[in-house]
């Protein structure tokens, strides 16, 4: 799914004036931002090269400090603050990593600092934030919730909100990673960038556009946290009914009217990605990239497994950021196992004799594939009276392999379903 541009010099519709920060302005912020946020790595994937038929390239925000690129907006949003402003202290809400941005900039800049978090945030996120010295609050179950309570929180007691993503500040910010993609990857012709409250993609389309109006940048959100999407085609920002994701970095329920008019005027594109491509673009990124993503960092990689041949190369995507809990890691490896093919889950009817099951398990260990668990029915009305089904989880290297085992076994007369 996705929603196009309809012309690269498409107007906005007519709507409120808005700040939007320049070229000029996100060069200012980058040398505000020198010894702050760091100059992240980028460097060439062999196995994206090797699928889209061309030079990819990966922009690692997840080794950015605090584990994401909102260090960069959250610090230059507060230092530019008033000095009575500074010490009214500030207010943000997150699901952990503009979080982590904010507690971390407070600390560095001497500012009190609260944040408004979902329940169920992950663990490792909420005790980063706690660590940098900000008060942890739990509200609702979304981002979207928590900024209601964290505007309320500013109301009475005059701290400073920080939006995660909802101000000319902080899409400068982030804009300073566009400067970078190009240093890095100068004959860059496709950015893809993970997308939630569109604070980072307008940054960088920003600058990227401004240098390099021919590179196409290319948003990627989550199926079921998706709000650009109906927004776009709406020319306005549009409140989404409901949201269901893994991707909490990314589960914005309304774009922000800041980023939604620069990615108006700068995204060529806005594209969606599932939960099984966002399982599998984890897991692929960890192992062949060695790299540890979030599943709402690695929605760009998603994005380019999906649909390799959509991107012009040399392509830049962006891992967004890296603080996973490892509970959840676990679940999403997994869950992204079973989407490559690397589980098979099947049913076979042996005959109950002995030595039955050691022949069927024979034949598995013939085609090498590795048995993960192993459970017997004897009690059914579908299962005559010598027979046995067998419900079995085996590890195989991928969907042409798991083919493979199971046409084997059906040669072997056993018979199968899944």
Sequence with gaps: MSADRTAPDAVPPAGPRLSLPSLQDIEVAREALRGVSVYTPMEESRWLSALAGGRVMIKAENLQRTGSFKIRGAYLRMA??????????????SAGNHAQGVALAAQMLGIKATVFMPEGAPIPKEKATRAYGAKVV?????????????????????????HPFDHVDIVTGQGTCGLEILEQCPDA???????????????????VKALRPEVRVVGVQAEGAAAYVPSLAEGRPVALGSMKTMADGIAVGCPGDVPFRAIQQHVDEMVTVSEESLSRALLMTLERAKLVVEPAGAAAVAALLDAPDRYETPAVVVLSGGNVDPLLMMRVIRHG????GRYLVFRARIPDVPGGLARLLNELAGVQANVLDVVHERTSATLHLDEVEVHLQVETRGVDHAARVLDHLRGCGYSISQ
């Design 80 to 93: 530019r603050l008033s000095d009575e402003e500074k010490a009214h202290g500030v207010v943000a809400a």
């Design 138 to 162: 739990f509200h609702g179950v979304s981002i979207d919730e928590g900024l209601v309570a964290a505007k309320r929180f500013a109301a009475e007691t005059g701290a400073v909100l920080i």
């Design 189 to 207: 012709r496709t950015v893809v960038v993970p997308t939630g409250g569109g604070g980072f993609i307008a940054g960088i389309a920003t600058a």
């Design 337 to 340: 196992l079973a989407s490559a």
